[in-house]
């Protein structure tokens, strides 16, 4: 069936980085684009960022410029989001999600990974 | 940047109509995608293109979307339906970027 599957949980110090993976399967990795969201304990969601695996384009906030990196690796149809220069403020849960075509919505989404930056 | 904005909570009781909004800058003219979200669970889509339902979505959920509001509505609430609801749209002053409102807890009293 068609899924996302993230990986686990991350405990980080501040100014680390951290790289989290989410991995597609049951359908044609390429014809989707990947986004990234976020969501702070109690708080709301949080768009991140915009993964094209066709055309290895991306997008991102504003606020996560130049501390946002997307990778992919076809061969295991696995999206890659680098983040840097971690601080408090980015304790989250990180999700994927996957999404046709702009308009479509983000119709599938990973189970989240929760990743902690504390001292 | 653009941005959305939801009330922070709604309330109805069982069998009656939920709305919510969501308000934008001729947010009209954008399509509007609808999140609903339970408890330690990931989001699920439960409106795409301001008004359509993803399969498996039930029919009392429906959408609008015109001027500066989109309106989600619940038909014959259940409790099943308490949960965090999310508007979500194409911010079109910034390539590829996607906006989310800060969501409505819907409280089914």
């Known amino acids: 069936q068609v899924q996302l599957v993230q990986s686990g949980a991350e405990v980080k110090k501040p100014g680390a980085s951290v790289r989290l993976s989410c991995k597609a399967s049951?359908?044609?990795?390429?014809?989707?684009?990947l986004h990234w969201v976020r969501q702070a304990p109690g708080q709301g969601l949080e768009w991140m960022g915009i993964?094209?695996?066709?055309?290895?384009?991306?997008g991102f906030a504003q606020m996560f410029q130049g501390r946002v990196t997307m990778t992919r690796d076809t061969s295991t149809s696995t999206v890659y989001m680098d983040l840097s220069s971690l601080r408090s403020e980015d304790t989250a849960v990180y999700y994927c999600?996957?999404?046709?075509?702009?308009?479509?919505?983000?119709?599938?989404w990973g189970q989240g990974t929760t990743v902690t930056v504390s001292s | 940047s653009y941005e959305l904005t939801q009330p922070p909570s709604v309330s109805v009781s069982p069998g009656q109509t939920a709305s919510m909004t969501c308000s934008g800058d001729k947010l009209g003219d954008k399509y509007v995608c609808w999140y609903q979200q339970k408890p330690g669970q990931s989001p699920v889509l439960v409106i795409y293109q301001d008004a359509r339902r993803p399969s498996g979505i039930p029919e009392r959920f429906s959408g609008s979307n015109s001027g500066n509001t989109a309106t989600l509505t619940i038909s014959g609430t259940q409790a099943m339906d308490e949960a965090d609801y999310y508007c979500q749209a194409w911010d079109s002053s910034s390539a590829s970027n996607r906006v989310f409102g800060g969501g409505t807890k819907l409280t089914v009293l």
């Open positions: 049951g359908y044609t990795f390429t014809n989707y684009y």
């Open positions: 999600a996957r999404e046709y075509r702009e308009g479509d919505g983000m119709d599938v």
């Open positions: 993964f094209d695996p066709s055309g290895v384009s991306t």
